[in-house]
């Protein structure tokens, strides 16, 4: 079932003229010195969208032919908001509280003053985990599976008790999809394709690509874009581009997209998880998830809490911060970024949504993606 209407810019509610200048913005960053090998962008407002606009090409090489417009993106740390959303619904169905501890579910964790560590916690970036584990690189090189992160994971002390500082923490979502399998008898890329993907109609998203998405008689495999790997990555048979980190399915970053699949989650959330008649996800859990959680949270500092907000696993509108979504969405806006160039938001206040899907990694200012989001605001009438 498909959300969104198709339709010209003025019917979604965008200045014609000013929606062309925010496009023309991207269009600059593809054919101008080889800044970002491709893009797409896609934009919803109360309901509709011109749909999709893609930009550049599907590889990193100069000859590499033009981007298609059915091209799948690794999408990184989008991923997490949705795995979040995956725990909220065993929440709501009384499978699992916030307040559970992890070493309840998977006992191993419960070491090394990690024990009073809650569902909360990895929710909301208060664990004390680390974003990448110390070993990370040398796991990737031995293609480690899920299981193997999971495991060092549970072997390491934290870098802070739980609930008395936010950090980050890429390896909270990898604990986390550990107790969904637990919980769901399913791997969590099962669980987010039943409960999530199917009844979208997100039929070209994958949490790890399946096998026939690899092999070269299938038509998903050269629709992947190729993404432009950092230095440290060049030549490793473990990067963004690798089968096995394609396959791996991380809880963390391992999401395939389109950009019209992605837009058909976020319009669930701006229809407070409701598509047409039937509801993926409860009203109350959307709104909870979106909103700030560190203000419960009495030992996190209070700039964090103020100035700096979580959702469950959503990042909330940082306007003082330098990866702010933008100057001119709401404070309402929640969205979260990709570390190989990705930027989704969804604004409750003005029901829009914007995803800005890239192969280039993420400018360490995110000015670049800042300065399109002024302009996609800016076109709203």
């Not at 749909?51 to 993106?73: H, N, S, T, V, Y």
């Not at 009844?199 to 026939?212: F, Q, Y």
């Not at 980190?245 to 999401?255: M, S, V, Y």
Request: glycine share 8%.
């Amino acid at each position: 079932m498909n959300l969104l209407k198709t339709a010209y810019p003025e019917e979604c509610g965008l200045n014609p003229d000013r929606w062309k200048r925010a496009l023309e913005l991207v269009r600059q960053w593809t054919d101008q010195n080889d800044r970002v090998p491709a893009a797409a962008v896609m934009v919803g407002r109360r309901g509709s969208t011109p749909g999709p606009q893609f930009f550049g090409r599907q590889g990193i090489a100069p000859d590499a032919p033009r981007i298609r417009d059915d091209a799948i993106f690794l999408v990184a740390s989008i991923t997490k908001p949705i795995v979040a959303m995956g725990t909220m619904l065993l929440i709501e169905r009384g499978q699992l509280t916030l307040n559970d501890r992890i070493a309840d579910y998977l006992p191993e964790f419960g070491k090394k003053g990690k024990y009073g560590t809650t569902i909360r916690n990895l929710l909301t970036h208060t664990s004390g985990l680390p974003d990448m584990l110390p070993n990370n690189v040398e796991l990737r090189k031995a293609k480690s599976s899920l299981s193997d992160f999971v495991t060092a994971t549970c072997a390491i002390t934290p870098d802070f008790p739980p609930g008395r500082a936010v950090q980050y923490q890429s390896m909270g979502i990898a604990v986390l999809a550990a107790i969904m399998e637990q919980i769901a008898a399913v791997p969590c890329a099962e669980f987010l394709r039943r409960e999530f993907f199917q009844p979208l109609a997100m039929h070209d998203t994958r949490l790890g690509a399946p096998d026939e998405w690899l092999a070269g008689h299938h038509p998903a495999c050269d629709r992947i874009a190729e993404i432009r790997v950092p230095s440290e990555q060049i030549g490793a048979d473990w990067n963004w581009n690798s089968r096995y980190w394609r396959q791996l399915g991380a809880p963390w970053g391992g999401l395939l997209t389109t950009p019209a699949d992605l837009a058909q989650f976020a319009q669930m959330m701006l229809n407070h998880g409701r598509i047409g008649q039937d509801r993926i996800l409860s009203r109350s859990s959307v709104i909870e998830a979106t909103r700030n959680q560190l203000t419960v949270m009495k030992e996190v500092p209070d700039e964090d809490r103020r100035y700096r907000p979580w959702g469950f696993g959503w990042r909330l509108q940082w306007p003082s911060h330098a990866n702010t979504f933008g100057d001119l969405v709401s404070p309402s806006c929640y969205g979260h970024w990709g570390a190989t160039g990705t930027l989704l938001w969804i604004d409750p206040e003005t029901d829009s949504f914007a995803i800005l899907l890239t192969t280039q990694p993420l400018d360490p200012n995110g000015a670049p993606f800042q300065r399109l989001s002024n302009a996609i605001v800016g076109a709203f009438e």
